[in-house]
């Protein structure tokens, strides 16, 4: 079964993404900070992780840096989940290697679930 | 003593509180105010010359002088104030709306989630009526959705923070695309929807996620309009029609949604791309609609290098165009 971390520091967004997920076979382990995220990556490297940009304790963006700095973490697909859509933003986190960036409030779970799956090349 | 100096510096930095207020220069308080300091000098000489002719006491010329430039400035002060006080007003009510429909972004997700993950039937199947409640909900909070999304665009559209992503595309391919999406919609309003795109018509070049927004409102409003007329015309059960074409002409690729619904009554017609307009004729039928769209459309279009425009006749039906820089020599 494969391995999700999602780091997002909205309960209900944790408890329905990680519902919806876990229904469609995947295991998803949540942290509610960008530090938790950031530790619980390097301890348990994931198979994917989806991440939200504006989190407490430490931003997507410095999330970001960290995880592509460690040997550990830099080539685990990472997935940006945000409600921020400036093109400012999406740029840099694209630049910063990300593998997409999707604004929350466009997508639908089934969407969100799709993209996962293709991102994890079809695997579970 | 040195945030005096700041503050002091501040104010009469132009070109910083042009870019605070987000304001040509010719409207920016400061520099108004400049600009009165100088006919305030202009006046005190010109008052000083045309007083010396008529009466050489120096005390009463000077009390004449003095009076003037006081009373100008004055009233130069008067009529700036006003004027940094609207801008400043402006400038807060755009950053409430910008900061407002982010934070209600989130909730709003949360609830359409919950919505979806209550109809996809992985906590078990709901009853029929549930269900039926359940999609009013979801339709209510996609509207929500759309309202707090356009409200976001026109923000960013007033802080000239609208950011387009310039790209090559075929405009017959997004239109195409929106026509079998709109099959359920059209359906249940018992429109068809027609497309009739010209050979070799060329790319675009634009930003295929903003002009997919503008046809989309286009097309909106043309399959929602079109159902009263149905009753006001009494044509009876016959389905409307909704024509969509594309072609080139010139250096432009046009676009036009043709439509034979309720048009726009002639003393509305000049105020439809207004933010907030809706025709009398609609709001009478439909009180939902932001009135926002076709404000964004023609921000999104004008931004793009295009224009936009529209022809409608009340009772029989409206004509929306608009027109984007064709692109390479790549026709489909």
Known sequence: ?124 | MKRFFKNFFDQINVIGQCRKYNLPLRQCPQFLFLVMGNVNVVAMITAYFVGIRYDSDPEKLMLVVISLATAIFIISFIIVRSFEQLAEANRLKTEFVNIVSHQIRSPLTNLKWIVEILTSGILGNAEKKQTEYFKILKENLERMQKLVSELLTVSRIEATKLILKKENFFLQNIANDLVKEFEPISKSSNVKIKTDFADKTPQVNGDPFQVLQVLENLLYNAVRYIGFASGDIARGKEPGEVLVKIYGKGRFVFCEVIDNGIGIPKEDQKYIFQKFFRADNVRRYQTGGSGLGLYIAKNIIDHSGGKIGFTSCQGKGTTFWFKLPAATNKKM
Request: without cysteine; glycine residues 6%; negative net charge.
């Open chain 1, 1 to 124: 079964m494969k391995n999700i971390l999602f780091i997002e520091d909205e309960a209900v967004m944790q408890k329905a993404v990680s519902e919806f997920l876990g229904a469609n076979g995947y295991r998803v382990i949540s942290a509610l900070d960008g530090e938790l995220g950031v530790n619980l990556a390097r301890q348990n490297p994931p198979d994917l992780i989806l991440l939200d940009i504006i989190l407490p304790k430490k931003s997507g963006f410095d999330v970001l840096e960290d995880l592509k700095k460690d040997e550990k973490t830099k080539s685990i697909p990472i997935i940006v989940l945000t409600n921020l859509s400036q093109m400012s933003d999406v740029s840099k986190m694209m630049e910063m290697g990300i593998t997409t960036y999707l604004v929350k409030s466009e997508q639908s779970l089934q969407n969100i679930a799709n993209i996962v799956e293709q991102t994890l090349g079809g695997e579970k």
